[in-house]
């Protein structure tokens, strides 16, 4: 294996990127940047400020300014927002459209993509987005197009939210997923795409394990 690497895990909310992203991350010794956590902590920004999270002239009034910071503490990547530890509340289903919404927005992501791209060039890391392979690393050393199917995500969602004791409706959770992958994939910037040389795996019916394995050997392979 190369003494520095980069992998750019890309595909659908809930298909399993940001867990198998943690696992490669123990498994290789290499730095997990959770990228869809500094979309969210955007998102959340503009929600606290009661700011449109579609408003482009409203949110590029503070997007360059935006106190945004990612620390590793005792191996696990906390967010912070103005200082504040916001790792926890950026998981509420208020802030995932809100997320969405705002990560459309071309001020945005070249705030984030500015971000992202540094800290990939000083060290081995593994990301996971929408636009990681395609446009954010497109000369990322292995891409991967991580999916499965809505009922599938759905379903992970929402037990991943009714253990966190949050009151969830199945029916309306696979509505707003539907709604984030259309929105994903219809942005005008930088939209949710499987990179031209990505390998794609479908989750549905793999145990993490199972789709890790299937990465290292790749990985591995070189």
Avoid at 80 to 89: I, M, Q, R, T, Y
Avoid at 94 to 104: C, F, Q
Avoid at 142 to 170: M, Q
Wanted: charged share 30%; hydrophobic share 40%; net charge negative.
């Amino acid at each position: 294996m190369k003494e520095k690497i980069t992998i750019a895990l890309d595909g659908p909310s809930g298909s399993g990127k940001s867990t198998i992203a943690k696992r490669l991350s123990g498994i290789l010794d290499i730095l997990y940047l959770d990228t869809g956590a500094m979309y969210r902590a955007t998102a959340l920004k503009a929600l606290n400020s009661g700011i449109d999270t579609l408003d482009s002239e409203g949110v590029s009034g503070f997007i360059d300014n935006i106190d945004l910071k990612i620390r590793y503490m005792g191996g696990v990547q906390h967010t912070f927002l103005d200082e504040k530890d916001v790792s926890e509340e950026i998981r509420e289903p208020r802030v995932s459209m809100a997320a969405s919404n705002i990560s459309s927005l071309k001020c945005v992501r070249l705030k984030m993509v500015a971000l992202q791209r540094k800290i990939a060039s000083e060290t081995s890391c593994v990301l996971d987005g929408r636009d990681i392979g395609s446009f954010v690393l497109p000369d990322a050393d292995f891409k991967f197009y991580i999916t499965a199917d809505t009922d599938v995500r759905a379903k992970r969602r929402y037990k991943e939210l009714k253990e966190k004791g949050h009151d969830v409706d199945f029916a309306l959770l696979k509505k707003e997923i539907e709604q984030r992958d259309y929105n994903d994939a219809h942005r005008d910037f930088a939209p949710l795409v499987k990179a031209s040389d990505a390998i794609e795996i479908n989750t549905s019916y793999m145990t993490v394990e199972e789709v890790v394995d299937k990465i290292i050997s790749v990985v591995k392979a070189g």
